[in-house]
């Protein structure tokens, strides 16, 4: 079974410019969490997603968004971006029943805005 | 909201030795299911251990093992017979009622030969 794909693995960004972070999850996994990670603040939750709705939000501006299709997949989108969104973007994906509901993440996309 | 803390920024420990990583959570749920997460230099994170908080018996998955302590809102890592292949940065995380997780802010283990 594939694990969790994101791409790209790698992107630099000047600031003001967007970017789009791609997750595949798991094959029948419907959640599709993202968290923003970088040293000394740990995981950030951002946003999940449950069958194509959004069912957790983090505290993160509005410039951080996302979405789910059909197929599970999803795309975090970032706008207007800024110095201090360098980070490495988690995707994780999980059956998403209510319960234990383990995790399973992706290798990561690692954004530099210069 | 749920908080969990790891106090730990760093820690060593000798090969074969064994090490024991920290973390306490706050939470005012009585259900809800805590992690060890594990991250490799470069590679995707992966699920150590979990612990149901309705269970009492500790967790133990090999040579990893918790001391989950409820009352005390306490849940270590310790990881027996230390391995290079240990070191990682490693992270507790706690998930309750809802479907989200709430991760520490991770320590990074070095593993001396």
């Known amino acids: 079974k594939a694990g969790v794909t994101q791409t790209p693995r790698y992107l630099i960004k000047t600031r003001g410019q967007q970017v789009t972070l791609s997750c595949s999850p798991i094959?029948?996994?419907?959640?599709v969490s993202w968290y923003q990670q970088t040293p000394g603040q740990g995981l950030q939750f951002l946003f999940e997603?449950?069958?194509?709705?959004?069912?957790n939000k983090g505290n993160f501006p509005g410039r951080f968004s996302g979405r789910q299709f059909s197929n599970s997949r999803s795309e975090m989108n970032v706008s207007t971006l800024e110095l201090g969104d360098s980070a490495l973007y988690l995707c994780?994906?999980?059956?998403?029943?209510?319960?234990?509901?383990?995790?399973?993440f992706g290798e990561g996309s690692r954004l530099t805005v210069l | 909201a749920q908080t969990v803390t790891q106090s730990q920024p760093e820690m060593s420990v000798q090969e074969a030795e064994t090490v024991t990583l920290s973390c306490t959570y706050d939470?005012?749920?009585?259900?809800?299911?805590l992690f060890w997460y594990k991250q490799p230099p470069s590679r995707q994170m992966i699920l150590v251990i979990r612990?149901?908080?309705?269970?009492?018996q500790n967790a133990t998955e090999n040579r990893f093992s918790v001391n989950f302590q409820k009352a005390a809102k306490s849940f270590s890592l310790k990881i027996s017979d230390s391995q290079l292949g240990d070191a990682a940065m490693y992270f507790c995380?706690?998930?309750?009622?809802?479907?989200?997780?709430?991760f520490g802010t991770g320590t990074s283990l070095t593993v001396i030969p």
């Open positions: 994780a994906s999980s059956y998403g029943q209510v319960g234990t509901g383990e995790l399973f």
């Open positions: 094959s029948g996994h419907r959640s």
């Open positions: 997603y449950f069958s194509e709705t959004q069912r």
């Open positions: 939470t005012s749920e009585s259900d809800y299911y």
């Open positions: 612990q149901e908080a309705y269970k009492q």
């Open positions: 995380a706690y998930k309750g009622t809802g479907n989200q997780f709430y």
